[in-house]
């Protein structure tokens, strides 16, 4: 079966320019959760959807960093202005629902570089 | 809050060997989850094994077992005879329950690199 699908899988862009990252959870996953992957800071959450609703936030860096997802499904994590900080994996993955028991299934990332 | 210690960065095991990576956790939440996964360099992120804090026996999936010690708050990651396609990065993670309920984030450690000798 399909696993989380992830796109672009590398992205390049100038520094101030907005980027929009997509993913695709595996079907009939109702949790989605954001992930950022960097050397100096690890593996750290962003957000978190149950459905479409985003009860947290707080993961996010600034208010430069946003996500929405629709329709129970895709979900796309939009950074504005991006700073050179930006530059990192971005690592998207789904659960069954959101119980403890529920392992997070990751996809293969978005390696964004910011020139 | 949550916090992972992986006190290895890097492991070496001969082919067919087995190799305990080391994890131990924090938290205060009444009950959790630990998990393992697994990063070969080509980046996937790869699930390996689940303990519940409340799991009487330790889990076991095919060659990975978890020595899961709750008083010690450790969750120890056992590969039995490595091959050489589990040389990889390894990272523990847990998530918790807090006060109102939610459950949903994963707190990564460091990880381990293992590498598996032939």
């Known amino acids: ?115 | 809050a949550q916090k992972i210690t992986q006190t290895q960065p890097g492991m070496f095991v001969q082919e067919k060997e087995a190799v305990t990576l080391d994890c131990t956790y924090d938290t205060s939440d009444p009950s959790y989850g630990l998990f393992w996964y697994k990063q070969p360099s080509s980046g996937e992120m790869i699930f390996l094994i689940y303990q519940g804090s409340y799991d009487q026996q330790n889990a076991t999936e095919g060659r990975y077992s978890l020595n899961f010690q709750k008083a010690r708050k450790s969750a120890n990651l056992v590969i039995s005879a490595s091959q050489l396609g589990d040389s990889a990065m390894y990272f523990c993670a847990m998530r918790g329950t807090n006060s109102g309920g939610s459950n949903y984030k994963l707190t990564f450690g460091k990880g381990t690199l293992l590498t598996v000798n032939p």
Do not use: M
């Open chain 1, 1 to 115: 079966g399909a696993g989380v699908s992830q796109s672009p899988s590398n992205k390049v862009t100038e520094k101030g320019k907005d980027v929009e990252l997509r993913c695709d959870p595996i079907s009939g996953h109702t949790a989605l959760y954001w992930y950022r992957q960097s050397l100096g800071q690890g593996l750290e959450f962003l957000i978190y959807f149950q459905g479409n609703s985003a009860p947290d936030k707080s993961g996010l860096p600034s208010d430069r960093f946003s996500a929405e997802r629709t329709g129970g499904s895709v979900s796309t994590l939009t950074i504005q202005r991006t700073q050179q900080e930006d530059s990192a994996v971005y690592l998207c993955a789904s659960s069954l629902g959101g119980r403890v028991n529920q392992p997070q299934h990751f996809g293969d990332g978005t390696r964004l570089s910011i020139l």
